[in-house]
Nanobody, 126 residues
Framework: QVHLAESGGGSVQAGGSLRLSCAAS????????ISWHRQVPGKEREGVAA?????????YYADSVKGRFTISQDNAENTVYLQMNSLKPEDTAMYYC??????????????????WGQGTQVTVSS
């Protein structure tokens, strides 16, 4: 059974921090590309950060979040985190966790992800 559960969203002032969590079922976690995407109403969903859940745990970031966001994994908990620092009002969005169905090449391309969580809202006020 595939299961992705996000948590950690909320409201914060500009310059603040939040940490999002994506808890995955065991079948969804190992040797997969797991990512965070975000979407605001009227715009396309965009990839923010991704990690390949293996020993090399290579990471990928959108240019807009490089140096501010960090994606990491906890293999013991089958959980991927997104630490978001120096938040800006333009980071306001619904954030979704996603996972590929197979061990494919990892990237931020939305179309490679098969499984999606229900999302968690992040609101950054100025």
């Amino acid at each position: 059974q595939v299961h992705l559960a996000e948590s950690g969203g909320g409201s914060v002032q500009a310059g603040g921090s939040l940490r999002l969590s994506c808890a995955a079922s065991a079948s969804t976690y190992s040797r997969r590309c797991i990512s965070w995407h975000r979407q605001v109403p009227g715009k396309e969903r965009e990839g923010v950060a991704a990690i390949y859940t293996s020993a090399n745990n290579r990471t990928y970031y959108a240019d807009s979040v490089k140096g501010r966001f960090t994606i990491s994994q906890d293999n013991a908990e089958n959980t991927v985190y997104l630490q978001m620092n120096s938040l800006k009002p333009e980071d306001t969005a619904m954030y979704y966790c996603a996972a590929t169905a197979f061990p494919v090449a990892c990237s931020l391309l939305t179309e490679i992800f098969t499984y999606w969580g229900q999302g968690t809202q992040v609101t950054v006020s100025s």
